[in-house]
């Protein structure tokens, strides 16, 4: 069946420093969507990629979505305590199946 | 636009017992998926309800049961329950292929 495997499972980041987390689908998906769980909550959508290729982008946060369709990467840039929590990707083949990946847990250090 | 609400919050069971949680999803959103969430694993996918019908199931004992009511509420049920079964339920609904709306969660504990 169709899994999800995202990278890496945790990562801790003095604050200013960049962070990636990486999505890799093993089936061409349809969509990709991304998700953010702060401590003691629920996940929160961000965004979708749906093209192939595409790259999206909110204020720091910066989403791609690979020319397979296969892949997917999440940048933030200059990450802020603010940026504490898990983040998710989520794959959505065309059966309109969504698969979550083990999410990556983000530390910032001030 | 009220959010997706769980019921209950919090839930302390003993092993052996069996659990109904609640779901109401979004007003309009006629799926509904069933997450288990537990330290380090993720979120596990349980099943998801389309119109009353179990639309996809994940890798679950059987012990794991569910089901959709005409107004699109949903209920999950545990049977049996066994230490293992801690976690955070989460229940997400969404409308066609777009964004999936999460409530707060049932935290289960079992003693």
């Known amino acids: 069946g169709q899994q999800v495997m995202q990278i890496p499972q945790y990562q801790h980041v003095q604050e200013g420093e960049d962070f990636t987390t990486y999505c890799n689908s093993s089936?061409?998906?349809?969509?990709i969507q991304w998700y953010k769980q702060r401590p003691g909550g629920h996940p929160v959508f961000l965004i979708q990629l749906v093209k192939s290729g595409e790259v999206k982008k909110q204020k720091r946060l910066t989403f791609q979505f690979g020319e397979a369709k296969k892949n997917s990467s999440l940048h933030i840039t200059a990450t802020q305590t603010t940026d504490v929590g898990t983040y998710f990707c989520a794959g959505c083949n065309n059966n309109n199946d969504m698969r979550f990946g083990a999410g990556t847990r983000l530390t910032v250090k001030p | 636009k009220a959010g997706v609400t769980q019921t209950p919050r919090y839930l302390i069971k003993t092993r052996g017992q069996q659990v109904t949680l609640s779901c109401s999803p979004i007003?309009?959103?006629?799926?509904v998926s069933w997450y288990q969430q537990t330290p380090g694993q993720g979120l596990q996918f349980l099943f998801e309800y389309f119109s009353e019908t179990q639309r996809n199931k994940g890798n679950f004992p059987g012990r794991f049961s569910g089901r959709q009511f005409s107004n699109s509420r949903s209920e999950m049920n545990v049977s049996t329950l066994e230490l293992g079964d801690s976690a955070l339920y989460l229940c997400?609904?969404?409308?066609?292929?777009?964004?999936?709306?999460f409530g707060p969660g049932t935290r289960l504990t079992v003693l």
């Open positions: 007003s309009g959103h006629r799926s």
């Open positions: 997400a609904s969404r409308v066609g292929f777009n964004e999936q709306f």
């Open positions: 089936t061409t998906l349809s969509n």
